[in-house]
């Protein structure tokens, strides 16, 4: 049932088929979005051999369920634990059926693709020789199979991913941050090649910023402030040219907004050792250049993430003493942070609004309590996204 729902060619202009790997246009992805693995249905495959029959289509969608199930545990324990148990099922159906068909490269990339995602798991728990193993198992697949496609792009994609992954997550562990940087600096040269092949991908400017990002959050862990900053202006650069370039969204506002909060801490740690206020001056100016940035187009319409940079620029105009404009700044952080509270909010026995009724037409609460952003002006990563602050 799984397998089958949604696969089949019927309905499209050219019956169903596909044209070969090679003739294809790249399939690129944003970091975040599902794996090559979803998308390389029917990859580098021959009419006879390479197919295979519609069960092993079923098998392959079979291997690529369980790891959404995850989701239905009921504890962080639970979660953790079910999460391995499905990734381990999964992962023995793709190796089972890279056995049996070889020279499928959509079963190979969906394999590579498992051991990935079982890396990062054993990672969380600290299982570090199984962590190893599964990242070694992994690259080896992304570099055979980039070594024999080197003329589709998606191999590269794959293979810088996971080199940056295996670069952040070893460095936690406690590994060198030169060995950190090595896997680093190999995905910064699949990505360059690939930005210089394809300049107009959005998908590969992006990858390219996340380079520069993960660079700069092991040099910052290494209290390199300075070099991290720059690093770190490199990627709001780089993300800041592709929303010009292809458009606005939340996703990559999310991500222009994270790199922008990490060079205001680097600020912060190194105001700290010299003392010296342009470090200040200069998160003054970048957060209002993104506040700045975040209101084009439609102001009418605000969202909710876009109380974290009034809510830092209030700290930072605190520390250079402008106390009026930091209560403003907190004022309007707040406001922001609370307008998707009280538009989704109701308290209770009161009467649901009808679907007809917008949010702005509902009557406001009587003692709405908005919530702000937490003390810590950036958490780990940045301000992560919800569903309810996409674009």
Do not use: M
């Given at each position: 049932m799984f397998g089958t729902r949604g696969r089949s060619g019927a309905g499209r202009p050219d019956g169903g088929s596909r044209a070969p790997l090679a003739e294809r246009p790249p399939e690129p992805r944003l970091p975040g979005t599902p794996d090559v693995a979803q998308q390389a249905d029917g990859a580098g495959r021959s009419p006879d051999t390479q197919r295979g029959p519609h069960g092993d289509r079923s098998r392959r969608s079979?291997?690529?369920f369980p790891s959404r199930l995850a989701k239905f545990g009921k504890t962080m324990e639970e979660v953790r634990q079910f999460t391995l148990q499905m990734l381990?099922?999964?992962?023995q159906i793709?190796?089972?059926?890279?056995?049996?068909?070889?020279?499928?490269d959509a079963y190979r990339v969906a394999w590579a693709t498992s051991e990935r995602h079982r890396f990062a798991q054993f990672a969380r728990r600290g299982d570090w020789p199984q962590a190893k193993r599964s990242l070694a198992t992994s690259l080896e697949q992304f570099e055979v199979l980039q070594a024999e496609n080197n003329q589709d792009p998606r191999f590269a994609v794959e293979l810088a991913e996971t080199l940056l992954l295996?670069?952040?997550r070893l460095q936690h562990e406690g590994q060198s941050a030169e060995d950190a940087l090595q896997r680093i600096a190999r995905a910064f040269d699949y990505v360059r090649e690939l930005v210089a092949q394809h300049p107009d991908v959005a998908a590969y400017q992006a990858q390219l910023a996340s380079c520069y990002s993960k660079q700069a959050g092991i040099e910052k862990s290494q209290e390199q402030f300075s070099q991290a900053s720059e690093h770190f202006q490199q990627a709001r650069q780089q993300i800041r040219q592709i929303i010009e370039q292809h458009g606005r969204s939340g996703m990559l506002f999310m991500f222009y907004l994270g790199n922008t909060l990490e060079i205001c801490d680097c600020n912060k740690f190194l105001y700290r050792q010299t003392q010296d206020p342009q470090y200040l001056q200069s998160s003054k100016q970048l957060l209002l250049e993104t506040i700045a940035f975040f209101s084009e187009g439609d102001d009418s319409d605000p969202k909710p993430y876009w109380a974290w940079p009034h809510y830092v620029l209030a700290q930072v105009l605190t520390e250079l003493g402008e106390d009026e404009a930091a209560?403003?700044?907190?004022?309007?952080?707040?406001?922001?942070?609370?307008?998707?509270?009280?538009?989704?909010?109701?308290?209770?026995?009161s009467e649901r609004p009808s679907s007809e009724t917008s949010d702005r037409e509902r009557p406001p609460m009587d003692n709405p309590q908005p919530t702000s952003p937490p003390e810590d002006s950036n958490p780990p990563g940045g301000p992560q996204p919800t569903p309810d602050t996409q674009d």
């Open positions: 079979r291997g690529e381990e099922k999964g992962n793709f190796v089972e059926l890279v056995q049996e068909y070889p020279d499928n295996a670069g952040v209560a403003e700044a907190t004022e309007r952080a707040k406001q922001l942070s609370g307008r998707r509270w009280e538009s989704r909010w109701r308290p209770r026995g």
